[in-house]
T-cell receptor, first 107, second 116 residues
């Protein structure tokens, strides 16, 4: 069965500090991983996906198949990054979400 | 990006009645739609996956007869909560994937259901 684990419910940092939101997955095949973000009072939107290897809003995420991880990183957090972040995996025609991590960036 | 619209955004209904929630892809054709349920301060729990023209695949523990899903066209899927009870009160979110082979799923704004 596929599973996505986000161990941290809340990550609180100061502006300018580095950020790492953890995500681990379990899946028997080739993983297809995403990070979604939900800003206050807005719908979920895609932040980035592992196949495109792009950087969006300064965030990057590298797939580590050895550690079955897809951690989201940003070197310098901004206040506008405060939101809920969900790691998700698509497999067996299902899009499964982790529990989510709330990122709070303080001035 | 593509737009997915849910209707209604908020509905209050009496216990025992049925409620239909619509999910539309406005500017693309969606072969696959996902229905999620989200409790306060919790993550999205997948309820079912529907592919256009075929029966929905429900997750374990989700009652098929309680949550009826219809995906009759490439732009519309509906979730009907039958004989709703207060414990069905929740936030329901749909998501749609297009036909182009792109794996990105687009999300509706969600529907808050309150059963009184």
């Amino acid at each position: 069965a596929q599973r996505v684990t986000q161990p941290e419910k809340l990550l609180s940092v100061f502006k300018g500090a580095p950020v790492e939101l953890k995500c681990n997955y379990s899946y028997s095949g080739s993983p297809e991983l995403f990070w979604y973000v939900q800003y206050s009072r807005q719908r979920l939107q895609l932040l980035l996906r592992h196949i495109s290897r792009e950087s969006i809003k300064g965030f990057t995420a590298d797939l580590n198949e050895g550690e079955t991880s897809f951690h989201l990183k940003k070197p310098f957090a901004q206040e506008e990054d405060s939101a809920m972040y969900y790691c998700a995996h698509c497999g067996y025609n299902k899009l499964i979400f982790g529990a989510g991590t709330r990122l709070a960036v303080h001035p | 990006g593509a737009v997915v619209s849910q209707h209604p955004s908020w509905v209050i209904c009496k216990s025992g009645t049925s409620v239909k929630i619509e999910c539309r892809s406005l500017d693309f054709q969606a072969t696959t739609m996902f229905w999620y349920r989200q409790f306060p301060k919790q993550s999205l729990m997948l309820m079912a996956t529907s592919n256009e023209g075929s029966k929905a695949t429900y997750e374990q523990g989700v009652e098929k007869d309680k949550f009826l899903i219809n995906h009759a066209s490439l732009t519309l899927s509906t979730l009907t909560v039958t004989s709703a009870h207060p414990e069905d009160s929740s936030f329901y979110i749909c998501s749609a994937k297009g036909t182009s082979g792109d794996t990105e799923a687009f999300f509706g704004q969600g529907t808050r259901l309150t059963v009184v």
